[in-house]
């Protein structure tokens, strides 16, 4: 997904056997008060845990993208990780 003009913000969680749980939280929005810039924010954090096969899974990403609108048929933008 791509930056968008328009504010936007979603979380989620869940929670399952041997305490495994999900987060992710997705913003998104303009920055400033023109139409120019745009950013979106998503992160998840999660933990998974095996008992049976003693597996364990502890991740957290966060990658946070930037658009700019140069013109009407050009953008610039930056995504990471």
Do not use: C, W
């Amino acid at each position: 997904k791509r930056p968008r003009f328009q504010r936007r913000s979603t979380i989620t969680a869940s929670y399952g056997s041997y305490d495994s749980y999900r987060v992710s939280v997705d913003t998104m929005g303009p920055i400033g008060k023109g139409k120019r810039f745009a950013y979106r924010l998503p992160m998840a954090f999660s933990n998974e845990e095996n008992e049976i096969d003693f597996y364990q899974s502890k991740r957290r990403v966060i990658a946070p993208s930037v658009l700019y609108r140069l013109g009407k048929a050009t953008e610039f933008f930056v995504e990471t990780e």
